[in-house]
């Protein structure tokens, strides 16, 4: 099993939607998570913590299942510029590595 | 605001010939690593660096790779003879606390093209 498992997508939606990722990770001892973005060949940029509680950061939502090892990231009022891959990422506990799913590609079309 | 610099931004080399990628972390970083990606495939784990010595390693990296800090500012990271599968982007990262995963900030990458 994949230690973190992404939609594989792409997802094309119009400018105004709303969408969703998924995202699932294998290791239990993971303690930290994240949402990067990552445009065509550049390096991922933080897009958002992810904490237990779930969070909020303007149009973005993110929550996190520690029971079912599962996260989330909601876009709403979708942008053209929100066009790129989305990479949930985690990191185990006790380690400074971080693994990275392979990634969902967003495209906002006009 | 701060950024990780890397050099050159694209490296085409021959097969079975060394190359260096180089970095220069933010200057108060103390954490420093390199992962990799494949074109199409996710980013990967290579190394990470801490105190002048590897901290943690992936199955990837193997005897062919090496990391070093030669001056205080550059990181850099030496394939001893580079195969067809090592075309990847190379990423530099850095970051102020070790653990939890926060902090990090990336370079913009190498592209190495074996050929």
């Known amino acids: 099993r994949k230690e973190v498992e992404q939609d594989p997508g792409p997802f094309n939606v119009p400018e105004g939607a709303t969408v969703a990722f998924n995202c699932t990770y294998s290791n239990s001892a993971s303690q930290s998570f994240f949402w990067y973005r990552q445009d065509c060949r550049k390096e991922p940029k933080l897009l958002m913590s992810?904490?237990?509680s779930g969070n909020e950061d303007g149009r973005f939502t993110a929550q996190l299942n520690r029971a079912s090892q599962y996260i989330s990231l909601l876009i709403r009022d979708s942008k053209l510029s929100d066009s790129a891959t989305y990479l949930c990422v985690v990191n185990r506990r006790g380690y400074s590595t971080l693994t990275f799913g392979k990634g969902t590609m967003l495209l906002v079309s006009p | 605001e701060p950024e990780v610099t890397q050099t050159p931004s694209h490296q085409v080399t021959q097969m079975g010939q060394e190359v260096i990628l180089r970095c220069v972390p933010i200057s108060n970083h103390l954490y420093f690593y390199w992962y990799r990606q494949i074109l199409g495939q996710k980013v990967e784990f290579l190394v990470s660096?801490?105190?002048?010595?590897?901290?943690?390693k992936s199955e990837i990296f193997d005897d062919q790779f090496s990391v070093e800090r030669p001056d205080g500012s550059n990181f850099t990271l030496k394939i001893r003879s580079t195969k067809l599968e090592d075309s990847a982007m190379y990423f530099c990262?850095?970051?102020?606390?070790?653990?939890?995963?926060?902090?990090?900030?990336f370079g913009s990458g190498t592209r190495l093209t074996v050929v």
């Open positions: 660096f801490y105190n002048n010595e590897i901290s943690e």
């Open positions: 992810v904490y237990s």
């Open positions: 990262a850095s970051s102020v606390d070790r653990g939890r995963g926060y902090g990090y900030t």
